[in-house]
């Protein structure tokens, strides 16, 4: 449990600051799906881990989908008669319909309205739109300026290209002992918006940051996409290294209040379920844990049939159940330092259970070894023993190559840490040895393979001639 | 969904009060196990759909028992020393032990007490009692009836018949596409009894009556029958066509004002069960679902352990459990128009899943296809989805040749045809395909034959031999 | 159900008095894992049952243990400067710290002080401790003792030896139809202790009484052995008789007034968990049932995972949660005949079921027999059918070669002895038989086999050559 413990000797209210201090830099860019905001974005996160950049150009078939125009934006507005900027991208740059074509015309309101969205339930909040895949353009406004505006004539602009260029993504690989991979994954296509895209993005870095430079177990691989495209285009370009991912995680929502939320794979009974149940369980926190359903996040792309790999989502505050959702209000004010802290230390806590959750052989499988003779029980008898030792007897009862760690700490309900406690305990006292280590990480793998639900294998190079 | 569409065209009261109508037309035939008036209640069944009347002669073997002899009776009554009918068949012909062998005597109270059935509790009321297999006579009669009778002589007709001659059931039968079947089944030997009989019989007749004309993928058998031996000489004599039987429903105490009540087959999750229990679940009303038991209406044959059919048993109140059952109170009053109209329409609702329960094959697999292009998604990114779009993705990810529409409405929590009109919509998007219709039809059979509870075919020939 | 008959012919009060009064008269000896004490309790048992007796050599292997020096103790005491035995042994055998190394020394308090050991929140009682396998002595006495010694020196003595001997078990074996075993075993170390030692020993030999002289479904072997080495040493020598072991109970604690709490086995899902869970819930006491855990009493070697025997252990109060465990005040007080008798009542209820759980064959499978012409059913149709006929039915319809008795009686809800007198009843009628005897018993000893916990099979001779 050499992760969490590094993490647990900084301090805690140090590192809530400095994340949310990477999304304050983060929030003014105005990302999409493609374009120069989501690689300003990609750049400020490759200054602190070494990522590698893809980009595809427009066109490109993956799977059944097209890679789009590029979309570039440098001003927007909507100006009276007077010469005032009534509705001004320059302030916030949710007042654009994300992807609207470039326009030039003065229009009178009336004609003007049925390209306005705003929402009258929060008369001052703008909302969040796009229209990435059908080209068109519109302004998003607080109901309160659109009550303002007269009725007349406005002066519309906006200074945007759509055009051939290409869609960006980044990824940071980090190799472990073995092939096998975790997967960390979360969206980078949101504009201003600071729990729905940049608290993913700040926890998934620091992450990052902390994993590497360890000897650890599994590869992991990292990946800022752009939503849904993003993660299309990866799956459709990568197919050998889905073949090695054995866990993953889709990262979002982790800054504001609520407490966490953990949807789970596809399959629903996967060693990250298990693993992400256990974490929250002992977190001493309030949870709550999601039935997996094909909407969310990109996890709706890992976890498509022909994939249906073991990938959830963690969230605090769930998609489009918390009024802030896509609007102004989901700003730098509604994450807390304290928050997004808090989700990186369970995401630590989860990826330690995964490295360490071997399997052990228990030495002397008939009766219980005698504890006593290697200091490892309690001096008097007639006395009630402790945790430890409560724990090391659960290890060595259940050390029966049938039962990982994981399973012995659920079994016992004592925590994962005091359980590999003992185990290590065990093994330098000769009494337990792990099951092989390559073994372990490949019975996954397989399982995640023989588990594709039911559509057979990926046929060869499917992704690479769809990207012709 | 045609059938329940076409169902709930029509008046949901003029089809409850003809189905009321039906049965007052019914209740005053006095029936037994064999007999006119069983033949009677046939005929009259017969004029709606084109029964198939079989006879079976007294002594055939079926099985473990044996045809009994056939009983008709004209009158009965007991007379006082004033010439009074004290206990009348003419107005009630609950009066008379069903099965009672003739009798003309004149008999002091005293000695006739013990062949008299009351009920102490209900002193208005008047049982219903039989003596199928135990050659006896008997009168029931209410307790009122019984206190004001005097200690003197009675004279005591019973003129009945029991003689060699046939048991009659008849069955009506609609061909689909396949020959794999689905068995309705009721009793139709309780004499002027409402609820528990002909309640069974007029939905059952208008099931036939919806069902026929159709275009139907399975084979229909409705089975109007004399309870337990009826049932049992079906059996015997049709082993061939149980090896077809892939659901069924016995039907019976359809009118009253309980909740409907689902008594599930003895398998416990066959495909009836799980299909009844999400048609219920989404009804509306209070509902309760049974676990199987050997005692019952006729499912104790059809389960019986070398049958072990899927058959299940849909009733509002459970017999034996309600103050009315089996006595003079369950009357045309007892049961209610729209009641009955509720009954078929679950009936057909059960009905139209099983016919559209096909597996589906999203035919992209990997990732999700992209619905907007088809004009299946909304067009405006940002804003919530509705459940239309929802049931399309819950169709997509979970055709992957492992789960039925019904699994995946059990999964999503949606109505089974929200997720019937989204397969369709995707088949004529050309993204899912049907899974071959016979294929999954002979799944369910070959499912029914090899889950028999362990004791073998049924011997060749054994059927025919019994009948001798 | 013959066993459980014969009990409740007696006067189950008479029973109770004379459990209580064998359990006062091993009251008083000083019983340890080995010496004299032992010996004399498993020769007073002798007298009622007929033991064998086996005694290994100190310095013998045991698995991963070795037999310890044997302990004998004649006297012991701590006086004062007066002369006065302010702790005295004589009164007390707990005073000893068990298996004290012998002292004669005159000592200040302050160094007595950490070898004395008491209970400040229960002062008056005398705690238990031992020291087994650290040569060590000490004393334990009330915590008002402790507080009532002056501050100068005092004599202690403890007149001992630990020297090479042996280490005593005994066994009764009573020979059954089959060779498959159900093994009950009561460790008989602890010194004056009533509960916690007593009360399962006192209960096991009265049950073993009770099971002499039967014809017998398996055979039974009582194990009366010091706890933990001496299951572990019984082990290592009988690997081959434990290959018979079907089921087993370790019985403990239950002569006090709690509820029974039943400990299941490792596997969870044994034959005996289900009869045990079965007997509690229809015994009209409240109970408790726990999940299996590798810390109690000798079902942590039975269940070791190299064993992994269904062997699960029937107590009132749990070991450590209740505060007389392991003190002074768990003495005959805190044990009642009436609670004795009900204990006895229960192992005998459960190994009832077990001698009766076989596998029928209904030989009639196709629909029901006719119950009515062999006088099995009520005569009069019409009225509800009594828990007798409703239990025929059951055992008719689950009696498919895939369903014990107690499968049956567990869904239907009904107490084991109706269903085991409705499938006798079936049998003597000639509807039912018996799936053979040995296969059923065989059943069970496969399953106990194939079930060891994945670490395969005790390597040929390892427990005798571990013995040398």
Known sequence: MRLLKELDERDSMEIGR?????AADLYPICRSITGEGLRQTLGMIGQRIALQISEIPTGTLVFDWTIPKEWNIRDAYIK????????????????????????????????????????????????????YYKEDWGFCLSHNQMLALQNTEYEVV?????????????????????????????????????????????????????????????????????????????????????????????????????????????????????????????????YEILEFSPYGYDERQYCSPGFNLAVGCLMRSVWGTFPEYHTSADNLDFIRPVQLAESLRTCTSVLDVLENNYQYRNLNPYCEPQLGKRDLYRATGGEAIGVDINARLWVLNFSDGEHS???????????????????????????????????????????????????????????????G
């Open 158 to 286: 906006i200074d945007s290209t759509l055009e051939d260029g290409h869609l960006t993504y980044a990824e940071y690989y980090l190799p472990g002992r073995s092939e096998h991979e975790i997967l960390i994954s979360c969206h980078a296509c949101h504009p201003s918006l600071a729990n729905d895209n940049l608290s993913g993005l700040v926890v998934a870095t620091a992450l990052a940051e902390l994993m590497s430079g360890h000897d650890l177990r599994y590869s992991y691989r990292f990946l800022f996409i752009p939503g849904t495209i993003g993660a299309i285009a990866w799956l459709a370009r990568n197919h050998n290294a889905v073949e090695n991912i054995c866990h993953g995680l889709v990262l979002t929502g982790l800054g504001d209040g609520r407490a966490l939320h953990y949807k789970k794979t596809r399959r629903g009974d996967a060693e990250i379920d298990r693993t992400m149940a256990h974490v929250l369980r002992h977190s001493g926190s309030p």
């Open 405 to 467: 760690l994981l399973d012995i700490a659920e079994r016992s309900g004592l925590p994962f840490s005091t359980i590999k406690d003992a185990a290590e305990l065990l093994c330098r006292s000769g009494l337990l040895s792990v099951v092989g280590d390559e073994s372990a990480a490949n019975r996954n793998a397989d399982n995640s393979t023989s588990r594709r639900a039911g559509v057979g294998r990926l046929p060869p190079g499917q992704g690479v001639i769809a990207l």
């Open 80 to 131: 009276d008669e007077a010469g005032n900027r009534v509705v001004d991208f320059q302030r916030c740059n949710l007042h654009v319909v994300n992807y609207s074509t470039p326009v030039r015309a003065k229009i009178p309101l009336h004609e003007l309205r049925s390209r306005l969205f705003t929402m009258p339930e929060h008369p001052d909040w703008i909302p969040y739109r796009t229209s």
């Open 18 to 22: 400095s994340l949310h201090s990477f």
